[in-house]
C-alpha cells in the first residue's frame, strides 16, 4: 500500500493525546459525603498509584479515530493494481523537423544533419508514433503520422532512414518559427487511439544549424503547448561566413543606363577570421570578365563596394565573392534589362501649355525612370494615326470624339495590347465610343445637377484602383467633380452575357458611372465620365490623379519584371503570351524547361539562383533570382532566444522530473479509481458513534451513585 500524500502520516502522532489525557488525570476514584468540615483540617487524598489508565476501550477507540483520520487525509491507495515504474519504451509522439534551407549547404553540415535525423530515428521505441517534416521557408511532410501509423516497428525504422537518405538542401531561406507552429500543429491534430493516448508524452526533435537568419515572427503570438517539448539536435560549422547583397536602387540617375556601376553590400560574420575579399564579374559561362576589386571587410561589419562593368565583350551576368571559407552564398546574378521607351499618345484640342486643359496636366504625370522612359505625343483627333512600329503605343487618351478612321485605329491598338482612355469631356453623339466597344452609339449627355459629385462606389480589386485600397488611400470624399457626363449604361452586356462588355469601376454618388472598363481582345477600353481639367473636377491636383494614370500606363504590363531584387521561392509576374491558346516556358538555370498551361502567367518554382528566360511572350524575357540574404547570417541563435518565445525545451533535468510527474499522475489515477479515504472517513465516523456511546455510558453509574448516597448528620 501506498500513499498519495505521505505527509500527512505525521497526523497520526495526534494518538498520543489521549494517552497523555488519561495519564495525567488526578481526581480519587471515589466520594464519601460528610455532614461539616469545619473542624477538621484539610488533606488531599493520597494516590495509591502515579499513573494508571482508566478505560482502556474508550483510549483505544480515541486512538482509533484518530489514526483512520490520518490515513484517510494520506489518501492511500493499493499499487497491487498497476505496475511501479514507467517502461521506457512507453507510447510517446514524435516529430522530427528537419532544417533543409540554404544555410545546410556549408561545409558537412548536411551530413551531420541527416545523421542527428537517423539518429533519433533509430531511438525510437516500438510504441512511438514518429512523423518526419522538413522546412525551409515553407514546412513540407517526408513522413505523416497517418502513414506511420499503418506501418509496423521495423517497417516504419526503415521507410524513415530511406526518406532521410533522399532529402537534399534547397536554396530557399528559412522560416524557423512558422516551421515550429506548424510541427506542433501536427502532433496535437493527431487522433488519440486509445484512452491513455491524451497523456501520451508529445515531443519535436528539431535538427538545425539555428542560424539568424531564420524568422522566429511566428512564435511571437503563438502560445506553445506544456506538453510539448523541444529537443535541439543543433550541428555547427565552425568555418566564418562573408555574404553580399546588391543594394536597391544602385543604378543612380535616370540617364544611368547599363553601363553603370552597380553597388552591392559585403557582410562578414562576427566571429569571422578574414577581413579581406575580392569581387569580380563572371559571365555566362562562369568564366571571370574585367578586372577585381578588393573589398576590406572587418568582422561583424559590412561595407558597400562599386563594382565595374567589364567593358566590351560578353555581357556580365554574376558579381563573385571569393576569401570566404563558406561559399554557398557567395554569387549575385544581375541581370540588366533594356531600358523601355513607352508611347503615351493624346488625341485632342488641348495645348501643352494650358493649365486648363487635359495635357497640362498628363505631361507632367509620366517622367522619366532608370527603367522606362515615358513619351507623351499629342495630335489632334482629326489627323489621321500615324503607326511607328519603332514606339508602340502603350497607352492611348481620348479627349471627345474622333474621326471614324481613328477610332478604328484604336480599336486595332486595344487589340494588340494597348490600354485606349476615353475622356467624356464634353457631350457628343456617341459615335467614337460606340466604335472603340462595337457598339451602337449611345448619346453622351451633361447631367443637370447644380451641385458637385463624389466618387463613392469603388472597385478596389480592380488593377486602376488597386494602389488604393489601403484604408489610409482609399479616401476619394476630397476629390469633387464639379461637371459629369452621363454614359449610358446599356454599354454593359446583358445579364449573363460572358465575357462581359464593360464593367463600372467606380460611380458618382447620384449613380451614374464614374469609370467602366472593357475588355477589347489583349487590351482594354477606359471610359471617364468627367475629366480632370480644373473645369471639370479636383482630380488632376489630388494626390490620386499619378496613381491613377500610371496604372493606367500598366494596366497591361508587357515587362513585369521590374523588381530590384527576387529571391529563391518568390513568385514571379510573367509576361502574358504572345498567342493565349498556348502557355509560355521558362528555362531554369539548370537547363529543365517547365511548360506553363495556357493562361498561366505567375512562376512558383525559382527554386534555385540563377537566370531564368522565358519564351512564348512578345519577346524573349529574362530576369535573375538570388539566395535570400538572411541565409548569410550563419551565427547561431542562442537557446534562450527560443526560451523567451516560450518553447518548453527539453533538458536531462526536465526529462526526470516528467518522469516524476508522470509518476505522480499514475499514482493520482489509482487513488482516483480506489478512494480508500471514503471508507475510512466512513469508518472513522462509526468509531466516534461507538465512542461518544461508551463515553456517556461510562459517566452514568458515577451520577447515580451521588444521588443515591444518604445525607449525613447535621452539625
Known amino acids: ?400 470624339e474622333t474621326t471614324p478612321e481613328n477610332a478604328r485605329r484604336l480599336r486595332d491598338l486595344a487589340r494588340t495590347g494597348s490600354t485606349l482612355l476615353y475622356v467624356a469631356a464634353r457631350p457628343g453623339s456617341g459615335e467614337t465610343l460606340g466604335t472603340l466597344l462595337a457598339s451602337p452609339p449611345r448619346p453622351i449627355e451633361e447631367t443637370r445637377s447644380k451641385r458637385d459629385a463624389l466618387i463613392s462606389e469603388i472597385a478596389f480589386d480592380h488593377p486602376l484602383f488597386a494602389p488604393f485600397a489601403a484604408p489610409q488611400y482609399s479616401d476619394f470624399t476630397r476629390v469633387h467633380f464639379w461637371k459629369h457626363r452621363k454614359v449610358r449604361e446599356d454599354l454593359l452586356a446583358p445579364e449573363g452575357e460572358k465575357p462581359p462588355r464593360a464593367r463600372v469601376i467606380a460611380r458618382f454618388e447620384d449613380g451614374d458611372p464614374a469609370v467602366l472598363e472593357a475588355p477589347v481582345e489583349r487590351g482594354y477600353v477606359v471610359v471617364m465620365a468627367s475629366g480632370w481639367s480644373p473645369d471639370d473636377s479636383q482630380l488632376a491636383r489630388s494626390s490620386k490623379f499619378v496613381p491613377l494614370m500610371m496604372a493606367m500606363l500598366d494596366r497591361r504590363d508587357v515587362r513585369p519584371f521590374e523588381a530590384e531584387e527576387r529571391t529563391v521561392g518568390d513568385r514571379i509576374v510573367l509576361p502574358a503570351p504572345k498567342d493565349p491558346k498556348h502557355g509560355l516556358s521558362v528555362r531554369k538555370p539548370s537547363g529543365a524547361t517547365v511548360n506553363l498551361a495556357p493562361g498561366v502567367t505567375t512562376f512558383d518554382q525559382a527554386d534555385e539562383p540563377g537566370i531564368y528566360t522565358v519564351t512564348g511572350a512578345d519577346v524573349p524575357r529574362s530576369f535573375a533570382v538570388n539566395l535570400d540574404p538572411s541565409e548569410s547570417k550563419t551565427t547561431a541563435w542562442n537557446v534562450e532566444s527560443l526560451e523567451q518565445f516560450g518553447c518548453r525545451l527539453a533538458s536531462a533535468e526536465r526529462k526526470t522530473m516528467d518522469r516524476e510527474q508522470q509518476r505522480q499522475m499514475h499514482n493520482a489515477e489509482l487513488e482516483g479509481r480506489q478512494k480508500m479515504w471514503r471508507w475510512l472517513i466512513l469508518a472513522t465516523l462509526g468509531i466516534l458513534i461507538v465512542e461518544t456511546g461508551l463515553a456517556g455510558r461510562l459517566a452514568r453509574p458515577r451520577q447515580s451513585q451521588n444521588q443515591n448516597q444518604p445525607e449525613g448528620p447535621s452539625s
Open 1 to 400: 500500500m501506498s500513499a498519495l500524500t505521505p505527509l500527512y502520516l505525521l497526523g497520526l502522532l495526534a494518538v498520543a493525546a489521549p494517552i497523555v489525557f488519561h495519564l495525567i488525570r488526578r481526581a480519587p476514584k471515589g466520594e464519601v459525603p460528610f455532614s461539616s468540615l469545619i473542624f477538621l483540617s484539610p488533606s488531599p487524598p493520597r494516590l495509591t498509584r502515579r499513573s494508571r489508565l482508566d478505560n482502556l476501550w474508550l483510549l483505544l477507540l480515541r486512538a482509533a479515530a484518530l489514526s483512520l483520520l490520518a490515513f484517510a487525509f494520506a489518501r492511500p491507495f493499493l499499487r497491487e493494481a498497476a505496475s511501479w515504474t514507467l517502461p521506457e519504451d512507453a507510447p510517446r509522439r514524435t516529430a522530427i523537423l528537419i532544417d533543409t534551407s540554404a544555410s545546410l549547404r556549408r561545409g558537412d553540415l548536411w551530413a551531420r544533419a541527416k545523421a542527428a535525423a537517423r539518429r533519433v530515428v533509430e531511438d525510437c521505441g516500438p510504441t512511438e508514433e514518429l512523423a518526419i517534416l522538413a522546412f525551409d521557408r515553407t514546412e513540407r511532410p517526408v513522413l505523416t503520422f497517418r502513414e506511420s501509423s499503418t506501418l509496423t516497428a521495423p517497417q516504419r525504422r526503415a521507410v524513415a532512414l530511406a526518406r532521410i537518405d533522399a532529402l537534399e538542401p534547397t536554396w530557399a531561406s528559412t522560416d524557423l518559427g512558422q516551421a515550429l507552429v506548424d510541427a506542433v500543429a501536427a502532433v496535437e491534430e493527431v487522433a488519440d487511439s486509445s484512452d491513455r493516448s491524451a497523456r501520451m508524452p508529445r515531443r519535436i526533435v528539431l535538427v538545425s544549424d539555428l542560424q539568424q537568419g531564420g524568422r522566429l515572427d511566428a512564435l511571437g503570438e503563438f502560445e506553445w503547448p506544456t506538453d510539448v517539448e523541444l529537443d535541439l539536435k543543433a550541428v555547427a560549422d565552425d568555418a566564418s561566413n562573408a555574404g553580399l547583397r546588391r543594394l536597391a536602387g544602385s543604378v543612380e540617375g535616370s540617364e544611368a543606363g547599363p553601363a553603370a556601376e552597380p553597388r552591392v553590400r559585403v557582410f562578414n560574420d562576427a566571429a569571422s577570421s578574414r577581413d579581406r575579399f575580392i569581387l569580380h564579374w563572371t559571365g555566362s559561362d562562369g568564366k571571370k570578365l574585367g578586372d577585381p576589386v578588393d573589398a576590406y571587410v572587418p568582422p561583424g561589419e559590412s561595407r558597400v563596394v562599386r563594382i565595374p562593368r567589364p567593358e566590351g565583350g560578353q555581357a556580365p551576368q554574376s558579381i563573385v565573392l571569393t576569401g570566404d571559407s563558406a561559399p554557398f552564398d557567395n554569387a549575385l546574378h544581375v541581370l540588366d534589362e533594356p531600358r523601355e521607351e513607352a508611347t503615351v499618345r493624346f488625341l485632342g484640342d488641348d495645348r501643352p501649355d494650358d493649365p486648363n486643359g487635359l495635357l497640362f496636366y498628363l505631361m507632367r504625370v509620366f517622367i522619366d525612370t532608370p527603367r522606362r522612359t515615358v513619351k507623351v505625343v499629342a495630335q489632334s483627333p482629326n489627323a489621321p494615326i500615324a503607326a511607328d512600329p519603332a514606339h508602340p503605343v502603350r497607352l492611348a487618351v481620348l479627349a471627345g
